[in-house]
């Protein structure tokens, strides 16, 4: 068992049969695949969100976060940064867990994005966060910045560094730790409660399905947390 050990020298590590098993990079099971390397892959069940940050000016515009989460082709992030391993993420559950992923649009809308920009006008720069230590945030972070610039929002990645807070939004990667949709969404709203500023009521023990659509539409209606795509966990 070797523990540190960087996705590419895992990757190395397998073409050249000195390990048996290890976890790789979601991006690179297809090419993984492809060199002959035997892949499995879980169901999608790691969330890439955009955050918000609570008490920044920028966060405080529903029309700011609106127009961003328009702007931003999540299929372009699937099917190119993430190789097609992986999904769309529009709602803050997936299909295989919740059964509702499916009502939550996942589409790109660029015209309604570049409309709502033009009514905040004035010099609107946002400042999207990453974690300095993550390449896959970063290639996110950059295709986002590509995505707002081409609706009229300018966007600037900046990679975070120790506890600077010095961002408007940040991208951020959340595992279920519990295949059960309530439990899983319990998690998240924990999680993103004070990151966000949601204030969200925390969900009752044995949550029933109607209750944890509607505290996840309430999220995701909001803005604050723009969901971006899923991830499984690449072998």
Do not use: C
Not at 69 to 75: G, K, T
Not at 124 to 139: N, R
Not at 177 to 184: D, F, I, L
Request: aromatic fraction near 6%; avoid cysteine.
């Amino acid at each position: 068992i070797q523990m540190g050990r960087s996705a590419r020298d895992r990757l190395l590590d397998l073409e050249l049969n000195h390990t048996d098993f290890a976890e790789i990079p979601p991006a690179e099971a297809r090419a993984a695949s492809g060199r002959g390397v035997r892949v499995s892959a879980s169901e999608p069940d790691e969330l890439v969100a955009l955050i918000f940050a609570a008490g920044r000016p920028v966060a405080q515009d529903a029309r700011i976060r609106e127009a961003l989460s328009r702007s931003i082709d999540r299929a372009d992030i699937v099917n190119f940064i993430l190789q097609k391993t992986g999904e769309p993420a529009g709602g803050l559950l997936p299909q295989w867990s919740s059964g509702t992923a499916f009502v939550f649009s996942t589409a790109a809308d660029p015209a309604r994005a570049k409309e709502l920009a033009s009514e905040i006008g004035g010099s609107l720069k946002i400042v999207l966060g990453y974690d300095a230590g993550d390449s896959l945030e970063q290639t996110i972070a950059q295709r986002i910045v590509v995505n707002a610039q081409e609706a009229g929002i300018a966007v600037v990645a900046q990679a975070i560094v120790g506890a600077t807070t010095d961002y408007d939004a940040q991208l951020m990667r959340l595992r279920m730790t519990s295949p059960h949709a309530s439990e899983a969404l319990a998690q998240f709203v924990s999680v993103l409660n004070p990151l966000a500023g949601l204030d969200t009521t925390a969900l009752p023990q044995g949550a029933s399905p109607e209750q944890v659509f509607g505290v996840e539409r309430a999220i995701v209606n909001n803005a604050r947390v723009v969901p971006l795509a899923w991830l499984p966990q690449v072998y």
